[in-house]
Structure formats: structure tokens, C-alpha cells
């Protein structure tokens, strides 16, 4: 068990599955120790920033019209998409967290990352197609395509919000964290410089720029973890089994790592879990949003495909990886604190604690100060390419949806628009960059978790059901979006991880289960099937006859809005 | 649709001139439409559900029969539940792999045909 005070790099899911799991995908908990100034991880950095930065600067120069901006033209490839669709995925808390879970409870790393990947198959099979046939810019598009388009807009956008802000926060508070573990520097220095250049990258370079930059960290990223899997697999002849063996004999829980352990201590916690994270998938934002940047279906459907191999590849690679750190670091006090009578836990008394620093110590143990410098960078910049994602799905709700169909109620120009979704990236950026030292000493563990979840309860439905079922009308998909979105949010609040891990109320959780997912997806598709019954409104018959065009349109492409919209 | 919604519609381009109402009536009357849709349809519920079954499969393994999970494989320190684990991520792979192999010839070769058949 990992004390509180050590960092956690922390999906909350996990910590909402079993508080041990308290640091795969997300958020970064606790408090750091600053580590000494890590000069080869900061020149690494500066490189990946300055050439970024020069990306940007070409996407600027070729992002002209709405389409430039918000869907990179459409001019992305499918194993392009592909790639940013895994580099989306391959976050420093996916590659911390996952490599540290494996290192400290072994089998239990495995189940996390499956999770995660197989939201992807399924997003396949529903919805990346039709999406591509549908929509332009936002999965509000989508589901607007024939219901009312105000209050689905308002509806949509408010769900991509409230996703954005809780993901933004948790990643700006692990930036936070990271930097003072990773580079030495201070807790202060991180916010602004995530802030600042997450602002830059989209406002200069829209769509265009935030795809590259996922892309080049991509390859960064799985081209290290791929040398350092390489490396250990070398180490053991490629024999994996004599891998496992030396793992065991070191492990202090010895064969117990190759078995479930304590993970799954309660099976509907388990389960609610698997469906926030495979309906989560399908609900995210600034996921959905990469559809639209493919020329069309078919480039749609192969980047997924590219997409769920680049990160089935990683998560065996973290696992490897894990295997590894356990095998070089636990024999090795100098990675250790060392008490005076030379003992040393060798789960808790890691330096820089066992949820994040097994990857970035198996670094230097096979690759030296150059191998862990470069991890460092690239971890930290997975963080900044994630921020950027997320900032301009936020910026293309309020300008595209907000503004465009809510507000200026379709009599606007594209220009404006797109000043509008700048104006907002801004705002976005600078408010992430406030709360981020807000939220400094806060645990914000719970919050990926809870983006997760209203993705799952309130995107996916909707989404899911207006594309899908004749009989969804606007009022069946606005109860069941907030009835899923209250719901979810309301169970979190009242789960353990938040009523009495963060709030500190007395007692038990209100809510028994550790994830909503379980309750509150049923929850809204049900409200959107009964209400959507119930409406024998005018608006609803003509709702459910102009699904017949939709329909058509989903399945076939036709009429689809092409690569260039200029 | 509302006035506003199409005004909406009409500046983001979602209403394309040249696709009128009667063409979407044709194609939903067009036997290779049907054919598509349908067999396309059975083909991906068929992979969710082996793509559920297998995932929920193993969480349930998870959290009900540890110990069949512990078990050694050949002999070895190589558990059972690791084999299986890296199977379901295999799965995941070989299942999307299946499915745009499928989509790319006979679902997109149905889909162009119909385009074909309405003049598009």
C-alpha cells in the first residue's frame, strides 16, 4: 500500500475501483518531494517545445477556414489519426501509472490496461463511421443532426465542459507534480508553462498543430518504451518466463504478483468500472473530435484500428516495462532510501514513490542519464499534448456549439466563429492555469474518474441513441444527457473517494460503489427510451421522420460533409 | 426541422444542395441499402458481443475464480491469467482487424454500388 503522502500518479478510476489502485491514468496525487534539477530532461524538453512550437508555426500559416481549424481540413491520414488517436491514450499517467501498478502489484497493472483498450472495439463497431458521416466539427453535430439544434447544443456542450474541466484540472495539477519529480523544478514553474503553450498550440495552429503535437509524442513515447522493453527483454534472452521467474524471486509478494490481488475487492465496483471505461471511450470529447480529421469513413475506421494496436502495443510494453523495473531496481539500494540499518521496503521506500518513478529509474538503469532524461521530457510532454486536445474540444463546444447555434443562432460568419473558439482557448487556458494553483494540495485523484464517467452517462448515450434509434427525440435526449450527467456526478460526490477522502465528512460513503457508470448509463438511456415515448409533441414526429436521412447518411456517406469545406 | 435549426444546418454546409429528400427515400428503398445495412448490422453485433463476452469474461474470472488465474502455465513461473490477459488485448486487436478487413471490400464495395445505382 502506497501511503497517502508519497505521489500517486492516479487514474481515479482506479482509485475508485480500490484505493491501492490509486494511480493509473490520470491525475498525479500527494505531495512531491522536488528532486534535484534533471538538466538533460529540461534541454530534451526545450527541444521537443522549440520544434513544436515551428510546427505550429507552419499549421498557422495553412489554417484558414473553419474546417483548418476545428478538423485540420480533413486533411489528416488514417495512420496519422491513428497514431494521435493512441498518443491521446499513451498519457504520462497511463505510462507512470500503469509500468509503477505492474511494479508494485504485478497481474493487477494488466487488468487496468485492458480496460482502457477495449473501449476501442467497440467504438469501432457503433459509432467511428457514422460519426465521419455525419458530423463536421463536434459530436454535438452528431447528435443535433435532426433534434432541436439549441437545447442539444447546450446539452452537448455542457457535457463537453464539464469533461474538459475536470480532465484539465488533473492534468494541470500532475503536470505540477511531474515537473518538480521529473526535471527538479518548481510546483509554480509547471502550471504557466503548460498553460502558455497549450494556449499557443491552438490558437496558433488549431486541430492541425494539436494533432502533430500528439503524433510527434507518440512516436517519442513508444520509441522509448519500446528501446527500454527491448533492453530488458534482451536482458532475459527474450524469454519472458525467465523474466517472470527472476520478478518473483525478488518481488516481496513474491508468486502472489503473478495472480488478482487486491484489485478487485468488490466485483459491481469492478464491472461499473469496465463500463465507464469502455463507454467513457466513446464519450470523450476531444476523442470524438479526431474523427472529423480524416478525409472520410473508411480513413475513420482504419485509424481506430491503427489506434487499437499502437496501444494494445503499449500496455504490453508498460507491462514489460513494470516486469523490468521490478527485476533491475529492487536488488539496487540506490534506488532506495535506505534506513541507518540498511533495510529498505522495496515498494515503499522507492525514491520518489513506486507509482510513478519504476519506469523512469528502469530508464537510467538500462539507457543511463541521457535514456532518463528523454523519458523524463517525454513524459512531461505527454501532458502538454493531452491539455492541448482538451482545450480545443472545449474552445470548438463554445464556439461551434455555444455560439455559432446557440447565440448567434446560425448568423454568423466562419471567421468570427473561429475568433470566438481563440478568444475561448484563451480563457480556457488561463483558467486551467489559475485553478491549477488552486488545486495545488487538493486531491484531485477523483476527477479523471469523474470526466470518465459523465463522458459514459451523458455523451455516449445521446450520441449513441440519436444515431441509432428512430424514436429518440429532443426531449428523450435532453432528460436522459442530464438525468446521466446529474446522476453520475451526484454518485461520485457521495462515493467514498470524494465524500470521505475529500470532503471529510464522518461516517461511511452515502454511495456504496466506487464507480457510477453501472447505475447511471442504464439510468439515461432508459430516461431517453421513456421520454422519448412519452413525447407526442409536433417537433417529435418530425424529429423521428427526418431520421430517415440520417439514417441514410450514417450508413452510406452520402452527402457527407467533405475533406475541404472552405 | 425548426426555421432556426435549418438556418444552423445551412451555414455549417449539413444541408448539401445537390441531396434532396426523394434521394434518401430512394436509397432507403434500394435492395443493396438493405443488404448493406443489414449484414453489416448482424456483423457488428456479432463482434461487440464476442468483444463483451471476452472482456467481461475475464473480469469476472477476475473477481470470482482467482486461483484458476494463479495457476502455472507449462510449468513455468508464467501464470495463467497473463496469458489470458495478453490474449483479451490480442483479441481487441484481431477483432477491429477482422472488422475493417470486412468493411473494406464487401461493405464499401456494396456502399459504391449503391452510390453507383443513385447517381452519386
Known amino acids: 500500500m502506497i501511503p497517502r503522502s508519497s505521489l500517486a500518479l492516479a487514474a481515479a478510476l482506479a482509485a475508485m475501483a480500490c484505493p491501492q489502485a490509486a494511480r493509473a491514468a490520470g491525475a498525479v ?38 474546417s483548418d481549424f476545428y478538423a485540420a481540413g480533413g486533411g489528416i491520414t488514417a495512420g496519422q489519426n491513428g497514431l494521435a488517436i493512441a498518443g491521446d491514450y499513451m498519457s504520462a499517467a497511463s505510462f507512470l501509472g500503469i509500468s509503477g501498478l505492474v511494479f508494485s502489484n504485478g497481474f493487477d497493472g494488466l487488468i487496468y490496461s485492458i480496460g482502457f483498450l477495449v473501449g476501442w472495439p467497440i467504438v469501432l463497431f457503433t459509432i467511428a463511421e457514422r460519426l465521419r458521416n455525419l458530423g463536421k466539427f463536434t459530436f454535438a453535430d452528431v447528435a443535433a443532426f435532426r433534434l432541436d439544434q439549441t437545447s442539444i447544443r447546450v446539452l452537448s ?23 518538480q519529480l521529473l526535471f527538479g523544478l518548481p510546483y509554480s514553474s509547471a502550471v504557466p508553462i503548460v498553460g502558455v503553450l497549450m494556449i499557443v498550440y491552438v490558437v496558433f495552429g488549431g486541430m492541425k498543430a494539436t494533432t502533430w503535437v500528439q503524433i510527434i509524442k507518440a512516436c517519442l513515447l513508444l520509441g522509448g518504451a519500446s528501446f527500454m522493453a527491448l533492453m530488458v527483454l534482451i536482458h532475459f534472452n527474450f524469454d519472458p518466463n525467465a523474466m517472470f521467474a527472476a520478478a518473483v524471486q525478488v518481488h516481496p509478494k513474491g508468486d502472489a504478483i503473478m495472480a488478482p490481488g487486491a484489485f478487485v475487492a468488490d466485483p459491481v465496483s469492478t464491472i461499473s468500472l ?6 467513457g471511450t466513446a464519450g470523450l470529447p476531444h476523442i470524438l473530435m479526431r474523427f472529423f480529421t480524416v478525409s472520410d469513413a473508411k480513413a475513420a475506421r482504419k485509424s481506430v484500428f491503427y489506434a487499437t494496436g499502437l496501444i494494445g502495443y503499449f500496455y504490453i510494453l508498460t507491462f514489460i516495462i513494470g516486469f523490468g523495473a521490478i527485476t ?20 515503499r521506500d522507492l525514491i520518489g514513490g513506486a507509482a510513478n518513478m519504476p519506469a523512469i529509474d528502469l530508464a537510467r538503469a538500462v539507457g543511463g542519464d541521457v535514456l532518463y532524461g528523454f523519458i523524463s521530457a517525454v513524459a512531461f510532454a505527454t501532458i502538454l499534448a493531452v491539455v492541448a486536445g482538451l482545450t480545443l474540444a472545449g474552445a470548438s463546444a463554445v464556439s461551434h456549439d455555444l455560439y455559432a447555434s446557440v447565440i448567434a443562432r446560425g448568423r454568423t460568419t466562419e471567421g468570427r466563429e473561429v475568433n470566438v473558439s481563440k ?7 488561463v483558467v486551467a492555469i489559475v485553478l491549477g494553483y488552486v488545486f495545488e494540495n487538493q486531491n484531485v485523484a477523483f476527477m479523471v474518474g469523474l470526466a470518465f464517467s459523465v463522458a459514459a452517462s451523458c455523451n455516449f448515450p445521446v450520441l449513441l441513441m440519436s444515431i441509432l434509434w428512430r424514436g429518440t427525440t429532443t426531449l428523450g435526449a435532453l432528460v436522459g444527457g442530464f438525468l ?27 454511495f456504496p460503489y466506487d464507480n457510477p457508470a453501472l447505475f447511471s448509463v442504464p439510468l439515461a438511456f432508459v430516461a431517453i427510451w421513456l421520454f422519448s415515448k412519452l413525447d407526442a409533441s409536433q417537433r417529435a414526429r418530425r424529429e423521428q421522420a427526418a431520421f430517415v436521412e440520417q439514417y441514410v447518411r450514417s450508413e452510406t456517406g452520402v452527402g457527407a460533409s467533405g475533406a475541404h469545406a472552405h | 426541422m425548426t426555421v432556426n435549426a435549418t438556418a444552423a ?4 454546409g449539413r444541408i448539401t444542395a445537390d441531396v434532396g429528400a426523394s ?22 453485433w456479432t463482434l461487440s458481443m464476442l468483444m463483451l463476452f471476452i472482456y467481461l469474461g475475464f473480469i469476472l474470472l477476475v473477481a470470482f475464480d482467482k486461483a484458476l488465474l494463479a495457476q502455472k502455465v507449462a510449468g513455468g513461473t508464467t501464470s495463467l491469467g497473463i496469458v489470458l490477459g495478453l490474449g483479451v488485448i490480442l483479441s481487441a486487436f484481431i477483432l477491429t482487424g477482422i472488422y475493417v478487413t470486412r468493411a473494406n471490400s464487401r461493405f464499401d464495395e456494396l456502399t459504391e454500388r449503391l452510390k453507383r445505382e443513385v447517381g452519386r
Do not use: C
Open chain 1, 157 to 179: 456542450a455542457t457535457g463537453t465542459l464539464v469533461v474538459v474541466s475536470f480532465y484539465l484540472i488533473a492534468q494541470m495539477v500532475g503536470a505540477g507534480k511531474l515537473i
Open chain 2, 9 to 12: 444546418a445551412a451555414v455549417e
Open chain 1, 29 to 66: 496525487e500527494g505531495a512531491v518531494e522536488k528532486q534535484g534539477l534533471n538538466i538533460t530532461a529540461v534541454i530534451i524538453f526545450f527541444a521537443f517545445v522549440l520544434f513544436t512550437l515551428g510546427i505550429t508555426y507552419r499549421a498557422a500559416r495553412q489554417t484558414k477556414s473553419a
Open chain 1, 328 to 347: 533491475f531496481l529492487m536488488n539496487d539500494p540506490t534506488y532506495y532510501k535506505v534506513g541507518a540499518n540498511g533495510s529498505f521496503d522495496k515498494i
Open chain 1, 423 to 429: 478568444i475561448s482557448a484563451v480563457v480556457i487556458g
Open chain 1, 274 to 279: 469496465g463500463l465507464a471505461l469502455i463507454f
Open chain 2, 23 to 44: 434521394d434518401y427515400q430512394a436509397i432507403l428503398r434500394n435492395p443493396n441499402f438493405q443488404t448493406l445495412v443489414s449484414s453489416r448490422n448482424k456483423f457488428v
Open chain 1, 484 to 510: 446521466g450527467l446529474i446522476s453520475a456526478v451526484l454518485m461520485i460526490v457521495l462515493s467514498k473517494a470524494v465524500w470521505v477522502d475529500t470532503f471529510h465528512m464522518a461516517g461511511t460513503a452515502v
